[in-house]
């Protein structure tokens, strides 16, 4: 009977969590947080050109594994190309992460403290705002680590070849992210092996193969058929794993510094937020000390120590890319993994106090959940104004960004609309395929990105100009990210891209201009744009 109850208490907050997540994300599907020409644009413009049968890499740029614009093209064609489409496909895969959150804590805390942190998750993530891909990329590393976890309980060989299958298809969503989980998985097993004194199993050598040899084969083979018969430096643009490919390179000690500033500001961040902190310090402190007191030697304490090493390994190694680069977003690849080690250490802690200061933990955080979740959603209302609204027919959803941004998008697909014929295209610089999108337009280049830190090569120039000639273009689209002193970006026609720099100037002419030419161009602020016609005489 008390199996039975435990099942149904299990079933009853695995269907709560995902009503809580679609409480929580689905009301914002008409609303994108915060839209960018050109990161957001690359990925739109790759979702569709998947769904006509492109492929990343070879007939587009594209920065990540080749797996999400396939997922994403789903949903266009379910729900058809707009914005909006893709939001729900995002929302599903958060919803999933919370879910991934739950089953794992619930294998060693109370359903009700794993409710609690895939809650926490949800209304307290912070989100990849400048693309829809790595959503996939944490819900396959929680997938990797969900196994990891059903091993650990069940001795059951199957799990880690289930764990194995979730790592590869992550490393094809983000490629230095598998590889970081086949490391983390081997620790994981080998430490789980020791201190359970798991008995040998005539399948484990054939698990190890699999995870050091086979596994690394298949990433190297199946990248080496994505990018078949294309240069290295063109490899190098969509993978910039080395430090001269990337825009921020940093020593390890300063991004160990960016890392506690980045804490200690999400800290500050929410008026709660240090009170939290310090009260999870203080759980952590009693952890410690009953682990170390007499409960290591324990059952209970074995499992404890084991779960929150393995998390604590995984919690660091993905935050390889923040430690490398210094990028204070990178710290929210380990900000799942970070819930559920706060949420095992506010279990174990609470389980040695009386039942009344747990009811009273348990009250505190079902108070700052209800009161976040009112302060989200009357956030959100709040964006919703006409002024910060995407009237192109594939946008159609309200965003986050500066009415002047808005508007200077608007303005410019109207102007667009109105002007190309069905037949023309344009290029558009430095890095705004969000245009070929919402135009309905391909690029005449695979190329969608110019700037410094993606050093294109002459060739590649040449080879741009030529496709430029054979396709008739006629317009050319320049935003104010042109001429820019933030990192990596550059000047073009002048620090890079000079070729390309001196044709626009020797054969095109302003034929409009909108937005704002004053301030230094931004990410998704500061929009400016300069539409440029073919002379006449050159025609």
């Given at each position: 009977m008390k199996t039975l109850k435990r099942i149904n208490l299990k079933t009853f907050f695995f269907i709560l969590v995902i009503a809580v997540g679609c409480a929580v994300y689905l009301p914002q599907t008409e609303q994108q947080q915060i839209l960018s020409t050109g990161d957001h644009g690359r990925d739109l413009y790759a979702f569709e050109q998947t769904l006509h049968g492109?492929?990343?890499?070879?007939?587009?740029?594209?920065?990540?594994?080749?797996?999400?614009?396939?997922?994403?093209?789903?949903?266009?064609?379910?729900?058809?190309?707009?914005?909006?489409?893709?939001?729900l496909g995002q929302t599903i895969l958060?919803?999933?992460?919370?879910?991934?959150?739950?089953?794992?804590?619930?294998?060693?805390?109370?359903?009700i403290i794993g409710f609690f942190a895939a809650c926490w998750f949800y209304l307290f993530r912070h989100t990849f705002f400048f693309t829809y891909n790595h959503d996939g990329a944490i819900v396959f590393i929680l997938l990797s680590l969900y196994f990891i976890f059903l091993y650990i309980e069940r001795a059951n060989l199957k799990y880690l070849f289930f764990s194995l299958a979730s790592t590869l298809t992550l490393s094809f969503i983000k490629l230095n992210f598998g590889l970081a989980t086949l490391f983390i998985s081997f620790i994981a097993v080998a430490l789980t092996d020791h201190i359970n004194k798991?008995?040998?199993?005539?399948?484990?050598?054939?698990?190890?193969?699999?995870?050091?040899?086979?596994?690394?084969?298949?990433?190297?083979?199946?990248y080496?058929?994505?990018?078949?018969?294309?240069?290295?430096?063109?490899?190098?643009?969509?993978?910039?794993y080395l430090s001269g490919d990337q825009p921020h390179s940093?020593?390890?000690?300063?991004?160990?510094?960016?890392?506690?500033?980045?804490?200690?500001?999400?800290?500050?961040?929410?008026?709660?937020?240090?009170?939290?902190?310090?009260?999870?310090?203080?759980?952590?402190?009693?952890?410690?000390?009953l682990l170390i007191k007499d409960r290591l030697a324990s059952l209970e304490g074995k499992k404890i120590f084991l779960y929150l090493t393995i998390l604590i390994i995984f919690y660091?190694?993905?935050?390889?890319?923040?430690?490398?680069?210094?990028?204070?977003?990178?710290?929210?690849?380990?900000e799942a993994v970070g819930i559920m080690i706060s949420f095992i250490i506010l279990n174990f802690a609470l389980n040695s106090f009386p039942k009344n200061i747990q009811k009273l933990s348990f009250a505190t955080i079902i108070l700052i959940l209800v009161s976040h979740f009112i302060i989200t959603g009357n956030y959100f209302k709040k964006t919703l104004d006409n002024d910060r609204y995407i009237i192109a027919k594939r946008g159609r959803v309200f965003v986050y960004n500066d009415p002047s941004w808005v508007n200077t998008l608007n303005v410019t697909t109207l102007f667009l609309q109105s002007n190309l014929k069905s037949n023309d295209s344009f290029l558009a610089l430095p890095y705004d395929p969000l245009l070929y999108y919402l135009l309905e337009k391909r690029s005449p280049t695979k190329q969608l990105?110019?700037?410094?830190?993606i050093k294109i090569t002459e060739e590649q120039e040449k080879g741009i100009l030529s496709e430029l000639e054979k396709n008739k273009i006629n317009w050319i689209v320049l935003s104010n990210r042109i001429n820019s002193a933030e990192t990596?970006?550059?000047?073009?026609?002048?620090?890079?891209?000079?070729?390309?720099?001196?044709?626009?100037?020797?054969?095109?002419?302003?034929?409009?201009?909108?937005?704002?030419?004053?301030?230094?161009?931004?990410?998704?602020?500061?929009?400016?744009?300069?539409?440029?016609?073919?002379k006449k005489s050159d025609k």
């Open positions: 492109a492929k990343a890499y070879q007939d587009y740029w594209w920065v990540y594994g080749p797996l999400m614009p396939y997922y994403y093209s789903m949903f266009f064609k379910l729900f058809g190309i707009k914005i909006s489409s893709i939001l958060v919803i999933a992460s919370g879910v991934l959150i739950f089953l794992s804590l619930q294998l060693v805390t109370s359903s798991t008995p040998k199993n005539k399948l484990k050598p054939l698990f190890y193969l699999c995870l050091l040899v086979v596994s690394p084969l298949i990433m190297f083979f199946g080496k058929k994505l990018f078949f018969n294309l240069p290295i430096y063109y490899i190098r643009q969509c993978l910039p940093i020593g390890l000690f300063q991004g160990i510094k960016t890392y506690f500033a980045v804490m200690l500001f999400n800290a500050k961040d929410v008026s709660f937020g240090i009170l939290w902190h310090l009260a999870l310090a203080l759980f952590a402190s009693r952890c410690i000390y660091i190694v993905l935050l390889h890319e923040l430690l490398l680069s210094g990028v204070a977003y990178r710290t929210i690849w380990s990105i110019f700037f410094d830190h990596g970006l550059g000047v073009l026609g002048q620090t890079y891209c000079p070729l390309i720099g001196k044709y626009i100037e020797d054969n095109f002419e302003v034929v409009a201009k909108f937005g704002d030419w004053i301030n230094p161009p931004g990410w998704a602020w500061n929009y400016g744009i300069k539409i440029l016609h073919r």
